[in-house]
């Protein structure tokens, strides 16, 4: 995604960069979202001098196998010990336990595994979400202790909120900022197409302290200059490559000139043309009507060299080579498959924000609400890419590429946290085993972002001598993503022959911080609640004149 299309005040684009005034990811001089509060008490407790989590059984987040029962001690915000306290079905042997904690978590029966990160967000704005602490909530409910925004936000807002989260002072995720390739956030009101200004754009924001660059195609001169100055800075790269920029920038070409991540699917499937050079468009292509851009994009799921083919072959070994990242965030553009599905999601109801849903109607001016007329033959289409796109990710995985779990929600009925576990399933239903899901939400994900630093892990995996950002969940994830969602998932009980709900993580742990997820829920069902009750009248959501009940 990029972002909304109505500017909130004027911006110089990078024309440069391939950004044509349709695809200007105006989203990102988002106004009037309103900094999360200072983090209370009722927040999370911690962290505290020594916390202990007993007896439970531990996925490292390495793709090794289960083990348990362990006691875990944290020390602050670090973890210095993971215990062997005997095999399972057994009685402990309470003589080789860790000494007491100032606080202690039963984890009989229960899951720990390191916090997840979300490697493509962004926070919402006036017209969608206006408060971060909705976001930041619904984050650490469904257990994601580290995001990287692309953009989070405007830069100095961004680069405020990650320190505020750095020091706890306010209830989030670790947040990292990769700025996206636009004047503005206090860079001259000079458009530059010249590798020259794209080297002294990337000395600015590397001295405002961002984390890496984000581009959406480009010039390759420009495209190769900020990728060679951002690594001599030790930033991190990310592109959303653009179809207007594509014919002369796939994503092969812009990894050759040192790209590190390929976000979404652009780019990909264009690497892999079979009988054109570049995409075979109708006619009357518009790229400035979005469900032609989007749609189209399907479109190429029979274009391509086929699954096993030599040229198939030959992008993922070169990619695997070069340390290339994917980080498809299937989720955000699942709707395509099926959006009747995607609008009846049960938990919009009580925790999608008013506001959001309505953005999400189809509307020419909201960035991603382009389902103007979506047929049964789109979603044929997006049934089909996918498969295919799917197809390539198990094989780059299989060859030993990274993929990384990013979500890009807040658009096209996704809502915040909930989608990361969407997510999760989409890679599974690519072919990923669950402990290969758990790889790619935590230890890739920190690899993606530390190694640009040229840095070692500190989070995403449990280690002693790493931070405490972890997730505890009472069922077994391994047999069942679905127990992430904030919300559980239903279960019949056999004894009392009735529904039940089980699963819903039960304490996300960041920095030590212990966050009681029902807490964080019930936070964000009351801001749901708060802004129905203050629409007056029915609204229109599909096509159907609704009126909100606040409960």
Known sequence: MTGIKKIARPRTLLLGLGLGLAAAAPMFAQSGITPAPNRTPKDGGGP?????????????????????????????????????????HLPINEKGRPAKGTREIDGTGMYLLPGFVDTHVHYGDAKKAPDAEYV????????????????????????????????????????????????????????????????????FIAGKGADGVKFFGGDPDVVAAILDESKKYKLGSLAHLGQESEPRLTAKDATRLGLRTVTHSYGLFESMLKDTTIQDYPADQNYSDEQMRFGQVARNWNKIYSSGSDPWNALIAEWVKAGTVLNPTMVIYSAGRDLERSYTLEWHDKYTLPSLMQYYQPNRENHGSYYYNWTSEDEYAYKRYYRIWEDFLEDFKNAGGHVTTGT???FIYQTYGFAYIQELELL??????????????????????????????DFGIIRPGKRADMVIVDQNPLANLKVLYPTGWMKLNDETGKVERVGGIKYTIKDGIVFDNKQLLADVAAMVAKQKAAIKGPVTLQGVPTTYQAK
């Open 136 to 203: 930041n909530k619904l984050w650490l409910a469904s257990g994601v202790t580290t995001v990287r925004g692309v953009p989070a936000g405007p830069l100095d807002w961004a680069l405020r909120e990650r320190e505020r989260s750095a020091k706890n002072e306010i209830t989030a995720p670790h947040i990292y900022v990769y700025q996206p390739t636009f004047t503005g956030d206090g860079w001259k009101s000079q458009a530059f197409q010249t590798p020259e200004l794209g080297r002294e754009w990337v000395r």
């Open 48 to 88: 505290y001098d020594r916390l202990v989590i007993r007896g439970i059984t531990v996925i490292d987040g390495t793709g090794a196998a289960p083990i348990g029962p362990m006691d875990v001690v944290v020390e602050q915000n670090q973890i210095v010990d993971v215990v062997s306290v005997g095999p399972p």
């Open 408 to 410: 890009d929600a807040g």
């Open 428 to 457: 599974r239903e690519a072919g990923f085993t669950p402990l290969e899901v758990i790889r790619s939400a935590t230890l890739y994900g920190a690899e993606e972002l530390q190694s640009p630093k040229q840095t070692g892990v």
